[in-house]
C-alpha cells in the first residue's frame, strides 16, 4: 500500500511540476529605459498557450522619440514565424499595461515595438521591449 502511495504522489508532482506557468522578463530598453514586464506563458486546456503580458513604466508611445501611436506585441515561436499578438496601451501614472491572449504555438521570444498603428501585419517600429538576449 505504501508502494501505491509513493507512485501516486510522484506522479501527481511530476503533473503539477509539468504544470507549472513559465514565466519570461523583458530585457532593459535604451528605447524607454524605465520599462518593466514580464510574460507568463501557461498550458490551457485546449492545448493553446495561454499568454498574460505586464508591462510597468511604459512610456506612452507620444512622448518617444519620434512619437508612435501604439504599441504592438509580438511573438516568436520555433517555426521562426512572428505574430501579432495585440495591441497593449500603457494606462494610469504608473503606466501600467497588459495584454491576454492565447496561441496554439509555444512562444520562443516575445517583443513590443513602437508603431504608427496597430493594422501592422509584420513589425516595423523601434523594438520597445524584448525577451531575446
Given at each position: ?38 510574460i ?11 499568454l ?13 522619440t ?68
Amino acid at each position: 500500500m505504501k508502494q501505491i502511495n509513493y507512485v501516486a504522489i510522484g506522479l501527481f508532482l511530476s503533473v503539477a511540476l509539468s504544470s507549472c506557468t513559465p514565466k519570461m522578463a523583458f530585457l532593459n530598453s535604451t528605447v524607454a529605459p524605465a520599462a518593466t514586464g514580464t510574460i507568463k506563458v501557461k498550458k490551457d486546456n485546449n492545448k493553446n498557450y495561454a499568454l498574460t503580458v505586464d508591462v510597468m513604466n511604459l512610456a506612452e508611445p507620444q512622448k518617444l522619440t519620434p512619437p508612435r501611436e501604439t504599441y504592438v506585441v509580438w511573438m516568436e515561436s520555433n517555426e521562426n514565424s512572428v505574430k501579432k499578438l495585440g495591441q497593449l496601451m500603457p494606462r494610469s501614472k504608473v503606466l501600467k499595461g497588459e495584454l491576454k491572449t492565447t496561441s496554439v504555438d509555444k512562444p520562443t521570444d516575445i517583443f513590443i515595438t513602437a508603431e504608427d498603428n496597430a493594422d501592422v501585419n509584420y513589425p516595423n517600429g523601434d523594438i520597445v521591449l524584448t525577451t531575446k538576449k
